[in-house]
C-alpha cells in the first residue's frame, strides 16, 4: 500500500489520538486536529548531504533560513523515512561557526592557504582549464593504420563528491563532457 506523508501523520496522529482518549471518542480521533505551532516554520524535501545513497530528507527552517529540524522523509523510495544520525545533524551544517565561506588557495610552492574571493577563485580555474585544455586537446588518435575522432583530454580530470545533489551532477557532468574530459569520477566509488 503507497501511503503519502501527508496521509502518514494523519495515521500517526490518529493512531496516537487512540491511546490517549477512550475507545468511544475514536471517532475524534481519527479527526485529530493539526497542532498549532508556535513558531512560522517553512518545509521543503531535500537530499541528505552526507553519503551517496541520497536519502530524502524534509527540512524546516525558521524565520532566519536556518534549519531548524530535520526528518525522513516517509514519500522517498530511498529511505522511507528511516535516517541515520549524521543526517539528523544536518542543521550543523548551516549554523557551525566553523563552516568555509570563502576559497581557500594555496599558490604554487606555497606550503599555506589563504582565503580568496570568489570571483578571483572562479576566473582562475576557467582560465587554467581554457590553458590546460587547449595545451592537451586530442581530435583524433591513430591505432596502427586505423585514426578515430576522440576530441578529448586526458589533462584534467573531475571527481564529484557525495554532497553533490542530481541535478548539480547532471550540469557538472554535462560540462565535463562538454570540454573532452574523460576521466570522470566520483567520490563514492573510490
Ligand atoms: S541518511 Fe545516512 S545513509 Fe542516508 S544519505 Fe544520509 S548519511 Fe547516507
Given at each position: 500500500m503507497k501511503v503519502t506523508r501527508r496521509e502518514f501523520l494523519k495515521l500517526t496522529a490518529a493512531a496516537s489520538g487512540s491511546l490517549l482518549?477512550?475507545?468511544?471518542s475514536a471517532k475524534a480521533a481519527t479527526e485529530w486536529p493539526v497542532f498549532p505551532l508556535h513558531k512560522k516554520v517553512k518545509e521543503a524535501a531535500t537530499i541528505c548531504p552526507?553519503?551517496?545513497?541520497g536519502c530524502g530528507l524534509i527540512i524546516a527552517t525558521g524565520p532566519d533560513g536556518h534549519i531548524i529540524n530535520a526528518e525522513g522523509d516517509p514519500?522517498?523510495?530511498?529511505n522511507r523515512g528511516a535516517l541515520d544520525p549524521k543526517s539528523i545533524s544536518v542543521r550543523q551544517l548551516s549554523q557551525?561557526?566553523?563552516?568555509?565561506k570563502k576559497p581557500l588557495y594555496r599558490a604554487p610552492g606555497s606550503d599555506k592557504f589563504v582565503e580568496v574571493e570568489w570571483d578571483w577563485a572562479i576566473t582562475e580555474i576557467a582560465k587554467r582549464i581554457k590553458a590546460t585544455r587547449d595545451a592537451t586537446f586530442e581530435r583524433t588518435v591513430t591505432v596502427g593504420d586505423k585514426t578515430v575522432t576522440v576530441n578529448r583530454t586526458r589533462a584534467i580530470a573531475f571527481l564529484g563528491g557525495a554532497a553533490n545533489n542530481s541535478e548539480e551532477c547532471y550540469l557538472a557532468v554535462k560540462l565535463a563532457r562538454a570540454l573532452g574530459l574523460v576521466y570522470i569520477e566520483h567520490q563514492a566509488r573510490i
Open positions: 482518549i477512550p475507545a468511544s552526507y553519503c551517496s545513497c514519500d522517498n523510495p530511498h557551525n561557526p566553523l563552516r568555509l
